[in-house]
Every structure is written in structure tokens, then in C-alpha cells.
């Protein structure tokens, strides 16, 4: 397992972090908002796989990200991780499920594309008269027929 010495801390390949001031391994978070492993160094939250990426991943194109190859967030181990650009990341994302798709697939999706469809035709009908017809509020319905939502049809 390789380590890297960063001020009064080594970073391990496996994504952990030992404290040499307390003699200890750190326990960090998990951030419940996005899931990703972190720890308290120096006063400031660093993300786990930031930190190994940088400690031993060398990035010659000087790419923004660090991509999970398998899609575990929480696997900070070095063979999972790559530099990446943003693009490459979140399809990678979509791809491992870690993002959900888009439209009908979405697991929140109240509407099908073809009621989308329908909707978008229903010109002489105000937005409340529509969302009654289709059992959404009536928010949601201005938010299709001006494209802020289902913007893909």
C-alpha cells in the first residue's frame, strides 16, 4: 500500500487518513448530500478521493475531476480512481446508476412522455384546467409547457 506525508498526515492508497500529531486514523464523514467519504485536515473538510488522487495520480492533462471507475463513491481505493473531465464523469455517473435517467424512467416521474406530449398541444386550456386533467399541480405544468422540466421532448 503506497503512502504520501502531507504536513502532520499520511494519506494511504486505500483512501484512509492517519493523523501523526494524534497517532491515530481518522474517522471523517460521509456527506449524506452528495455521499462522499471526507476528513478534517488542517481545519478544512477534504474529500477522500480528492485526496488520493492527488497524492498518486498523476494528471498530466490537468483534468478537473476524480471519477469512481465502479461508481462507489465510497471506494476511495487508487486502482478505482481517474482524473476526469466533468462531461466523462457525469455520463460515467449515468451509466452506473449513481445519477438517474431522465423523463418516464425517472423513479419520481409522475407523467409519461406522450402525456408530455399531450400537454404541450393543449393551447386553449389554462394550466390549472390541465393539471387537473392529468391529477399533477398545476406548478408542474408551467414548468413543462415553458421547458424547465422534460426538456429532452
Same mark, same amino acid.
Given at each position: 500500500m503506497l503512502q504520501k506525508d502531507i504536513g502532520n498526515y499520511i494519506v494511504y492508497s486505500d483512501g484512509k487518513v492517519w493523523s501523526?500529531?494524534?497517532?491515530l486514523f481518522l474517522e471523517g464523514r460521509i456527506d449524506y448530500r452528495h455521499g462522499y467519504h471526507s476528513y478534517r485536515i488542517d481545519r478544512k473538510w477534504?474529500?477522500?478521493h480528492r485526496l488520493v488522487g492527488e497524492c498518486f495520480i498523476e494528471n498530466p492533462?490537468? #483534468?478537473?475531476?476524480?471519477?469512481?471507475?465502479?461508481?462507489?463513491?465510497l471506494n476511495n481505493h487508487l486502482e478505482n480512481l481517474e482524473w476526469s473531465t466533468k462531461s466523462?464523469?457525469?455520463n460515467h455517473a449515468y451509466a452506473t446508476g449513481l445519477c438517474y435517467t431522465q423523463g418516464e424512467n425517472h423513479p419520481k416521474?409522475? #407523467?409519461t412522455e406522450k402525456?408530455?406530449?399531450e400537454i404541450r398541444? #393543449?393551447?386553449n386550456l389554462t394550466q390549472s384546467q390541465i393539471a387537473k386533467m392529468y391529477g399533477v399541480h398545476r406548478a408542474?405544468?408551467?414548468?413543462?409547457?415553458?421547458?424547465?422540466?422534460?426538456?429532452h421532448i
Open positions: 501523526k500529531t494524534r497517532n477534504k474529500l477522500a492533462k490537468n #483534468l478537473p475531476e476524480i471519477n469512481h471507475k465502479d461508481g462507489n463513491k466523462y464523469n457525469m416521474s409522475f #407523467l402525456q408530455v406530449k398541444e #393543449l393551447k408542474l405544468i408551467g414548468k413543462i409547457l415553458n421547458r424547465k422540466t422534460w426538456k
